[in-house]
């Protein structure tokens, strides 16, 4: 075996060591798999990229393997000629690649680093807090209600809004046409006398609203309605 052999030998020894070193990583958390070795910047590596890593890996040994019991020395310098130029001029800078991972003296399998547990609470500081803060809070609501009170006291008693009171209404049967105005006596005599001339109520109003000095039909309804009781009472007595 020559040099560029073992040197090849081991390389490919290292590799295989690496990845099966990540394939049990992929057990640990974010920040687990952070503190467990020194990496470089670089994307953590999936369970598909290290198990391809390592198929290729075999298959590149038996390779070797195979070259070597053929006694071709010139496999092996080609390997190593091939990764220094990819290095040098192929390579581009990814951080999606498996860093190398070297077997620590801790024990085989890292344990997860500890989460930080949250301190401890003194037992008497819970018992006396909620006796300093009741007396605290008494007489701050005592208080409050000593201010509220004469407020409420000298706030005057609401007094009850004034009842409306209607305008005293004359009844129809008494109304005489001197106590209202000369157009609605008018309308008034003049749906009197209509009323005795046999004419209907919904009549009267567009009768009485073409005579001269008459009101609109529109106010005429108004008069009519108001002083209807007055008007039928009329009409039911002869007219002087």
Same mark, same amino acid.
């Not at 073992?6 to 394939?23: F, I, P, Q, Y």
């Not at 009842?163 to 000369?182: G, Q, R, W």
């Not at 209509?194 to 009101?215: F, K, S, T, V």
């Given at each position: 075996?020559?040099?560029?052999?073992?040197?090849?030998?081991?390389?490919?020894?290292?590799?295989?060591?690496?990845?099966?070193?990540h394939a049990r990583y992929l057990e640990l958390d974010a920040n687990a798999?952070?503190?467990?070795?020194?990496?470089?910047?670089?994307?953590?590596?999936?369970?598909?990229?290290?198990?391809?890593?390592?198929?290729?890996?075999?298959?590149?040994?038996?390779?070797?393997?195979?070259?070597?019991?053929?006694?071709?020395?010139a496999f092996a310098e080609a390997l190593e000629l091939m990764g220094f130029?990819?290095?040098?001029?192929?390579?581009?800078?990814?951080?999606?690649?498996?860093?190398?991972?070297?077997?620590?003296?801790?024990?085989?399998?890292?344990?997860?680093?500890?989460? /930080?547990?949250?301190?401890?609470?003194?037992?008497?500081?819970?018992?006396?807090?909620?006796?300093?803060?009741?007396?605290?809070?008494?007489?701050?609501?005592?208080?409050?209600?000593?201010?509220?009170?004469?407020?409420?006291?000298?706030?005057?008693?609401?007094?009850?809004?004034?009842?409306?009171?209607?305008? /005293?209404?004359?009844?129809?049967?008494?109304?005489?046409?001197?106590?209202?105005?000369?157009?609605?006596?008018?309308?008034?005599?003049?749906?009197?006398?209509?009323?005795?001339?046999?004419?209907?109520?919904?009549?009267?109003?567009?009768?009485?609203?073409?005579?001269?000095?008459?009101?609109?039909?529109?106010?005429?309804?108004?008069?009519?309605?108001?002083?209807?009781?007055?008007?039928?009472?009329?009409?039911?007595?002869?007219?002087?």
């Amino acid at each position: 075996m020559s040099a560029a052999d073992k040197r090849v030998a081991e390389l490919l020894d290292r590799w295989l060591a690496s990845v099966e070193l990540h394939a049990r990583y992929l057990e640990l958390d974010a920040n687990a798999y952070a503190s467990v070795q020194s990496w470089p910047k670089h994307e953590r590596p999936t369970r598909w990229v290290i198990d391809l890593a390592r198929t290729r890996l075999k298959e590149l040994q038996r390779l070797h393997a195979e070259r070597i019991a053929k006694g071709d020395a010139a496999f092996a310098e080609a390997l190593e000629l091939m990764g220094f130029l990819a290095n040098l001029v192929g390579a581009e800078h990814v951080e999606r690649f498996i860093p190398l991972a070297v077997e620590s003296p801790s024990p085989a399998r890292p344990r997860p680093a500890p989460r /930080p547990e949250p301190a401890a609470v003194d037992p008497t500081i819970e018992q006396t807090a909620p006796l300093r803060t009741r007396p605290a809070t008494a007489p701050v609501r005592s208080a409050e209600r000593t201010r509220t009170a004469p407020r409420s006291a000298r706030k005057p008693a609401a007094t009850p809004p004034p009842k409306a009171t209607a305008a /005293p209404v004359v009844p129809p049967a008494t109304t005489k046409s001197a106590d209202l105005d000369k157009v609605t006596a008018l309308v008034i005599a003049d749906a009197v006398r209509m009323l005795n001339w046999g004419r209907e109520w919904p009549q009267i109003p567009g009768l009485i609203a073409r005579l001269a000095d008459r009101p609109s039909e529109q106010d005429v309804w108004k008069i009519l309605r108001s002083h209807r009781a007055a008007i039928e009472a009329q009409a039911r007595r002869p007219l002087d």
